[in-house]
């Protein structure tokens, strides 16, 4: 059965912690990774991953794709209050569906 | 549209009242998904659209739960006889429809059955 497993569940860091967020997957023919950002309702994408070892970045974010250990890790770096929410990671599996990880919460403190 | 548009924002409603959810996916993308988010949990797949095909309805929980798409673009979830362990988020999306593209969620409909 196709999965997807995140960690930790949730987190709790201060202003300017660095944070790493974890996400394996367990899926048949794979495709592609994404990761989205959950404040209040709509999920917002940020990253999406299809080969290894190349590393997608914007501003503070930075995500990277490791398809032979069939992981992927987001970090945050300088965390900022505007920063907390649910991390949200998805795989495809060569068909059109969208396996969803549970999410790990983000607290950041001021 | 711009992005993915669904109604009503919020819905509160009688236990056994039926209710109708809509989504307006971005225009041109040919792929729709309905996805449920309970609350702390993480989004449980409801039903696939794509063009002309049949949907995949493998992921409605019970036949109490239908969804449509007219014409290709808009798509309504009509819930029947609701429950409350209905209350949740509803969550709709559009892609390309491409295999592995990305996929954009609309603000969602929070339903509360009472």
């Given at each position: 059965?196709?999965?997807v497993v995140q960690s930790p569940l949730s987190l709790v ?23 989205y950002?959950q404040e209040k309702k709509?999920p ?40 907390s929410a649910v991390y949200l990671c ?10 969803f990880g549970t999410g790990t919460r983000l607290k950041?403190?001021? | ?34 996805y449920r988010q309970s609350l702390g949990q993480g989004l449980e ?39 409350q362990e209905d209350s949740a988020v509803y969550l ?16 969602g409909?929070w339903l509360t059955?009472?």
């Amino acid at each position: 059965e196709d999965k997807v497993v995140q960690s930790p569940l949730s987190l709790v860091v201060h202003e300017g912690d660095t944070v790493t967020l974890n996400c394996s997957y367990e899926v048949t023919n794979f495709r592609s990774l994404l990761w989205y950002k959950q404040e209040k309702k709509a999920p917002t994408f940020l990253f999406m991953l299809t080969s290894s070892g190349i590393e997608k970045k914007s501003g503070r974010l930075s995500s990277i794709l490791d398809k032979k250990e069939l992981f992927s890790i987001l970090n945050i770096t300088a965390t900022q209050t505007g920063d907390s929410a649910v991390y949200l990671c998805a795989v495809t599996s060569g068909t059109y569906k969208y396996i969803f990880g549970t999410g790990t919460r983000l607290k950041v403190l001021a | 549209g711009a992005g993915v548009s669904q109604s009503p924002s919020n819905k509160v409603t009688e236990k056994g009242k039926d209710v109708e959810l809509r989504c307006d996916p971005i225009s041109g993308h040919t792929a729709l998904y309905w996805y449920r988010q309970s609350l702390g949990q993480g989004l449980e797949f409801l039903i696939y659209f794509q063009g002309n095909s049949a949907p995949d309805k493998s992921g409605l929980p019970s036949d109490r739960f239908s969804a449509e798409r007219t014409g290709g673009s808009v798509s309504t979830l009509t819930i029947q006889r609701t429950q409350q362990e209905d209350s949740a988020v509803y969550l709709c999306a559009s892609s390309t429809g491409t295999v592995g593209n990305t996929i954009y969620f609309g603000e969602g409909s929070w339903l509360t059955v009472v």
